[in-house]
């Protein structure tokens, strides 16, 4: 079946600039991650949403930086006013619904490079 | 707050030999541990989870990994490496009650496999 998609797969814009990132994920799916991979730094955790639940957005470096996700389903992260410092790997998961105590593998998609010049 | 270690950057093996990725974590009660792996270009992929029961947990490719809770370690094992696992591993925790629902990852290590 279809997996988690994400686009665009590469972005490439102006410091300053307002960019938006999409996920798709596994249909079904209630829990949806985003995380920023950057060179060296393994992955960090940006926010995470939970069915209906309110999401966590514990990990969002700035202000500068929000996510949705509508009808929970597909999610957005949209980062303002970049700088060079968010160019990154933006790597978007998901998960099924948890039934009981045990936890879920997250389903991982490819990935949206973001470069910022 | 939890946390994991993957000591080595990076592990260079050649093919045919075992391998052996290391991880240990830190974690209030008792852990859930996973590594995964990311091949070039791609997302993540699953390859292996610790909820409970036997330490030695099996997985995906021909991968294991042994659970040691004295150690707080999860090494990451194959017996016999292929060119092809050469890949970036990462290993992640959470809690199993209480704490959070988001899982931790290490910085990762990248595997080389020599032909």
């Known amino acids: 079946g279809a997996g988690v998609s994400q686009s665009p797969s590469n972005k490439v814009t102006e410091k300053g600039k307002d960019v938006e990132l999409r996920c798709d994920p596994i249909?079904?799916?209630?829990?949806l991650y985003w995380y920023r991979q950057s060179l060296g730094q393994g992955l960090e955790f940006l926010i995470y949403?939970?069915?209906?639940?309110?999401?966590?957005k514990s990990g969002l470096p700035s202000d500068r930086f929000s996510a949705e996700r509508t009808g929970g389903s597909v999610s957005t992260l949209t980062i303002q006013r970049t700088q060079q410092e968010d160019s990154a790997v933006y790597l978007c998961?998901?998960?099924?619904?948890?039934?009981?105590?045990?936890?879920?593998?997250?389903?991982f998609g490819p990935g949206t490079r973001l470069t910022v010049t | 707050a939890q946390s994991v270690a993957q000591p080595e950057d990076q592990v260079n093996v050649a093919e045919g030999n075992p391998l052996t990725v290391k991880c240990t974590y830190s974690v209030s009660g008792n852990p859930y541990l996973f590594w995964y792996v990311q091949y070039p270009n791609r997302g993540l992929q699953f390859l292996l989870k610790?909820?409970?029961?036997?330490?030695l947990v099996k997985g995906s490719y021909g991968f294991e990994a042994e659970f040691n809770k004295s150690q707080t370690s999860f090494h990451l094992k194959k017996p016999s490496a292929l060119v092809s696992d050469s890949a970036l591993y990462f290993c992640?925790?959470?809690?199993?009650?209480?704490?959070?629902?988001?899982?931790?990852f290490g910085r990762g290590t990248s595997l080389i496999v020599h032909p």
């Open positions: 949403f939970q069915g209906n639940s309110a999401p966590d």
């Open positions: 249909s079904g799916h209630t829990a």
């Open positions: 992640a925790v959470r809690p199993s009650s209480g704490g959070s629902y988001i899982p931790t």
């Open positions: 998961a998901s998960s099924p619904p948890r039934q009981g105590p045990i936890p879920y593998e997250q389903y």
């Open positions: 610790y909820i409970t029961g036997d330490n």
